[in-house]
């Protein structure tokens, strides 16, 4: 039976296959055997699949038991080094830094999804990442925003 879940499910292999570009509702529904038509009895539309992606990727965080500010921007940062695509998904939801002004979580939020966009855009390598990461979440344990 073709339930909410199995969509998400598929749909994030496509994605961590082939990156988000690569997710339609007709490579999903194909993957699944249906037809396209019968995904929409389960999501509205393709930016209500991609949230649902958003969301079970994003899950990891919570398992990760991450409790105070360093674990959950460590454990931010290591799902979004391991799924690339997630960076805009997360970006085009977020706010922006003006708005997490006296918000320690928001403002690593927005610090861990910049980074992502540098190293997803091919502008720092891996290591690279880490170092600016750690040195970035030193600076701001150190002396957290306002």
């Known amino acids: 039976m073709l339930t909410r879940e199995a969509i998400v499910e598929s749909a994030l292999h496509v994605v961590e296959q082939g990156g988000l570009e690569a997710l339609s509702m007709r490579g ?17 539309d393709k930016a209500d699949l991609v949230d649902a992606v958003a969301v079970a990727t994003a899950e990891g965080l919570q398992e990760s038991g991450a409790v105070d500010a360093e674990a959950s921007a460590r454990a931010l940062n290591e799902v979004l080094a391991a799924s690339p695509w997630l960076v805009p998904v997360l970006a085009q939801s977020r706010v922006g830094l003006a708005d997490v002004h006296g918000d320690d979580w928001l403002t690593l939020q927005a610090f861990v999804l910049g980074l992502g966009a540098l190293r997803g855009s091919g502008r720092l390598d891996e290591e690279g990442a880490d170092r600016l990461f750690e040195r970035g979440l030193a600076a701001l344990l150190a002396d957290p925003p306002a």
């Open 28 to 44: 999903v529904a194909r993957r699944l055997g249906v037809t396209p038509m019968a995904l929409y009895n389960h999501v509205h």
